[in-house]
């Protein structure tokens, strides 16, 4: 297990620990050199009058503290001369206390003094003791009553003045120092033991190997290990479950818990609980079931509350509800289902599996209620979007620590409560709570939803100004939060400014998605291949996961199934992020066929890969197949998320057939059966699918008859199915409330703008466009990029900043002839310039889509399609265009734009023209 500097350390005796830590103990000389400052003088309370402790003798039970101390008074009488345990300055004020001669007598009362009586007896049975002959196992009788009772400095006095500490001295002081966070002194005080010919024994071997777990030093439990090994203490239950126990919590050592385990001779409950929680701890759900299963076939052990816990820990992260159900069942059996720590991993289990009723009827139920039951409250509340219910009981609760704010701040930030979550930071720090890197990054988070730049400046101004900023997560989030925020001058900086020696992958694939989001596709992959190149980037699950979002964002279809291949290889896609993210990546990137392979292959599925499939199949208007998916989901027993209704309800609008009453009906079964309550979200998609089948007066009055004030995204769902068909009459009350709602917002001109042009009324067209111009507002730039041979070519409108621009827009011009001979007639009401005719079809010719789908065209070989991506929806005049595009080229174009995905094929598109 170590190599050959273990093997010396053995011969010596001495463990190998870092001189840095404890040196200067290697160096001391006497072998009863201190570790603690020497004993102050100071003068025992005064004792009970003599007969009172009469009394109080002749009450007690004569009994051994250690069953070893058999002692009789005329062996002590004989050895009276010795020296006492340690010399007090004065013994005046003590002068008067009892001899107690009698060493069952003071055994007796040594342990009666921890439960019963307290401190003060135990210091006055200290200064009798101390007029006695020295004797080690009363010694260590002391030295155990006084840790009982927390005085461990006391105990250790009381070590020093032995002569002769055995066994049983050493491993009481090296187990108090390991349980009160003085790891250091337990090893020195091992070494020590080891150093004086003291061999330790399990119990020994059980306290520095505490020691070692608290400390998370593992390479000093791996010399433990070899001496364990030497000394043939392996076989011990205990010693082998702390040895278990330490490489469980060192991380990256199940195979040596695993190993330990099955070599066990005998294991007893503790055995089965650390190997189980260890599997647990590294995922491996199937492997606990499969260990559990073992247990009760082959040793028949009862479970306790910490088996329970960490099934149900299990049975939550695997998604197996039914073995978390039958958890339950077996926890009510055995009378456990009450005990705290089960009960909080129930509430656990229910807020992803059950009914916010479930939990609350957990939560209520328990007649004594710790911290973390309090915040298990707060999370299932925030899980079911019941902010107020969450708020109301993290006010309720007793006592708070970091967990209980950071669980309500990632709630607000999940909610989209972002300035709830910004006042509770500002809370924070003004009651001094510890701030975490989890809070830190959660109100960075916040910041970056919110997209304002001051607050942003603020936030960073205050974690730079206390020194939070060198903690590469934090730093990663900054730069996150910079992107979000449109200042990439900022996050480049921090990018450069990020020391060489430390691992750059998470600032990296930080960087490459910020890019991705500001519409710098080029910039995006340049820094990930350049970080391939240069080897600065490790492709673990974080930056798997994050590439692979950037390649479905870019549709960069050739880089992502090189990502899925490496994580095949390294056994990355067996990781549920990953896994969700190879789903997605091929969705958006014009391959459904290969996003279900990968949702089939994948070993287990949580909501997220349920609703990637799903946005998948919406992304791609399959609206059907959605539904099926939606079907197989229920039949699975899985609980679907706010997110999913989003989801399903849009799914409706691409149905082949009118299933708007089994729309409503789901949107009832949300509220009564899952007891999701409705947001935002899920009233704008069933606005979009009430107006897409035409039954825009009903949208617009649940609109109106929302529970809570609608906002700009509600009607901007409903104002776009205005546009389908042509209704400016609603469309127009539409965007009065939009103007009064987001004044500030240009792509709101132009829906309305091209809701009048579509209907012929290009007078009013005109002056939504004049209004938009006096305002000072401009249309977000329209981008549109193709990628070929993995290098990425982007467009704006009239862009010549192509290599071959020249090429491009001479087989443009070939092909706008070939497709007006066709039947192409340009929609000049799609231009925002007032210029001449002529003038507006030149603009009109050189929008971005119409560049990039001649790029391709010019660049891929006959018979392959053409992939093309727009960041905004597509006009009404491209989108004519490249139909007959299709149909004068033989060659199919697939566009995806912000409503899903359009094919192009032999002169018609796959969204029938309505998107």
Not at 672 to 682: A, D, M, S
Request: proline content about 4%; charged content about 20%; hydrophobic content about 40%.
């Amino acid at each position: 297990m170590v190599g050959g500097a273990c093997n010396t350390w053995l011969q010596s005796a001495i463990p190998q620990i870092p001189t840095t830590t404890i040196a200067p103990f290697l160096h001391s000389p006497p072998k009863h050199a201190t570790i603690l400052p020497p004993p102050p003088s100071f003068s025992l309370p005064r004792p009970k009058t003599h007969n009172q402790h009469r009394h109080f003798c002749t009450t007690t039970t004569t009994q051994h503290l250690f069953s070893s101390s058999n002692h009789n008074h005329h062996h002590h009488q004989q050895q009276q001369q010795q020296q006492p345990l340690f010399p007090l300055t004065s013994l005046s004020e003590s002068s008067s206390a009892p001899l107690l001669d009698n060493f069952d007598t003071i055994y007796s009362l040594l342990r009666r003094s921890v439960h019963y009586t307290g401190i003060n007896v135990t210091k006055a049975l200290h200064v009798s003791i101390l007029k006695l002959h020295e004797d080690t196992h009363l010694g260590n009788a002391l030295i155990v009553a006084y840790l009982k009772q927390g005085f461990v400095l006391d105990a250790y006095k009381v070590f020093n003045g032995l002569s002769c500490p055995d066994v049983v001295s050493y491993s009481s002081l090296i187990s108090a120092f390991a349980k009160s966070n003085r790891e250091i002194e337990a090893a020195k005080l091992f070494c020590r033991m080891r150093r004086s010919g003291v061999e330790p024994n399990e119990y020994s071997f059980v306290a520095i190997l505490t020691a070692c777990v608290r400390s998370l030093e593992s390479h000093w439990g791996l010399q433990i290990h070899v001496l364990v090994i030497k000394m043939g203490y392996l076989d011990s239950v205990f010693v082998a479950n702390a040895l278990m126990g330490l490489y469980s919590k060192c991380g990256d050592c199940l195979d040596n818990v695993l190993k330990l385990f099955y070599e066990m001779p005998q294991r007893d409950i503790a055995s089965w609980n650390t190997v189980i929680s260890s599997v647990v701890k590294e995922l491996m759900y199937e492997k606990a079931f499969g260990l559990f299963r073992d247990m009760q076939r082959s040793d028949g052990f009862r479970v306790d509350h910490f088996t329970l816990s960490t099934l149900l820990t299990a049975c939550t992260g695997s998604n197996t509800i039914m073995e978390g159900r039958e958890a339950h069942a077996h926890a009510i059996r055995i009378g456990l289902e009450n005990h705290l720590s089960v009960n909080n991993a129930l509430m656990g289990f229910y807020t992803k599996y059950g009914s916010v009723k479930d939990v609350v009827a957990l939560f209520e139920r328990l007649p004594v209620r710790d911290i973390i039951t309090w915040t298990e409250m707060v999370m299932a509340y925030m899980e079911f979007g019941l902010v107020e219910k969450a708020v109301e009981t993290f006010n309720r609760m007793p006592e708070r620590n970091s967990v209980s704010y950071n669980a309500l701040l990632a709630g607000l930030c999940r909610n989209g409560e972002v300035w709830k979550a910004l006042d509770l930071f500002i809370k924070m720090t003004k009651e001094g709570a510890e701030l975490t890197d989890f809070t830190l990054t959660s109100v960075l988070n916040a910041c970056g939803t919110l997209t304002e730049v001051k607050i942003s400046e603020q936030i960073h101004g205050f974690i730079v100004k206390f020194g939070f900023g060198s903690n590469a997560c934090i730093e990663a989030a900054l730069l996150d939060m910079c992107t979000r925020c449109g200042r990439m001058l900022d996050a480049e900086k921090m990018l450069l400014r990020w020391p060489p020696d430390q691992d750059s992958s998470v600032i990296q694939t930080s960087m490459i998605c910020g890019y991705a989001r500001n519409g710098q596709p080029d910039e995006a992959m340049s820094v990930f291949l350049r970080s391939q190149l240069e080897g600065t980037m490790i492709m673990d699950e974080v930056a798997s996961t994050s590439v692979l979002g950037v390649c479905g964002t870019l549709g960069f279809h050739e880089i992502g199934e090189l990502i899925h291949c490496h994580a095949i290889k390294t056994g990355l896609s067996s990781d549920l992020g990953v896994g969700n993210s190879i789903i997605s990546m091929y969705s958006k990137s014009y391959n459904m066929n290969g996003a279900i392979k990968a949702f089939n292959n994948m070993p287990r599925h949580d909501i997220v890969s349920w609703n990637c499939l799903i946005a998948g199949h919406l992304l791609h208007r399959h609206g059907d197949e959605a539904l099926a998916v939606w079907s197989r989901m229920e039949q699975a027993g899985l609980k679907p998320d706010a997110i999913t209704f989003v989801l399903i309800i849009s799914a409706y609008r691409h149905t082949n057939s009118n299933l708007v009453d089994d729309c409503r009906t789901l949107f009832l079964s949300m509220i009564k059966t899952y007891y999701i309550e409705p947001t935002l979200e899920h009233y704008a998609s069933f606005a979009g699918v009430l107006g897409y089948w035409g039954l825009l007066e009903e949208a617009e009055e649940m609109i109106i008859k929302m529970p809570f004030e609608p906002k700009a995204s509600a009607w901007r769902a409903l104002l776009d199915t205005c546009r389908i068909h042509l209704n400016t009459s609603i469309g127009k009350r539409v965007a009065k409330r939009i103007i009064a709602i987001e004044p500030q917002d240009p792509s709101m001109y132009v829906l309305v703008s091209n809701l009048y042009s579509a209907s012929g009324r290009w007078h009013c067209s005109e002056m939504v466009r004049d209004d938009m111009r006096k305002r000072g507002f401009r249309k977000h730039p329209a981008r549109s990029w193709v990628i070929q041979k993995c290098k990425v070519h982007s467009f704006y409108a009239r862009d010549k900043s192509h290599p071959q621009a020249k090429d491009i827009y001479s087989g443009l011009e070939i092909l706008l002839l070939e497709c007006l001979k066709s039947g192409y007639v340009p929609d000049t009401s799609f231009v925002l310039h007032e210029v001449e005719e002529h003038q507006k079809k030149t603009f009109l010719f050189y929008h971005s889509a119409k560049l990039a789908a001649t790029c391709g065209l010019l660049m891929t070989k006959q018979g392959e399609p053409i992939r093309v991506v727009k960041n905004i929806l597509l006009c009404g005049d491209c989108h004519t265009f490249l139909k007959y595009a299709s149909l004068v080229s033989s060659r199919d174009i697939l566009l995806r734009d912000t409503s899903g995905f359009h094919c192009f094929s032999n002169g018609h598109c796959s969204c029938k023209d309505y998107w």
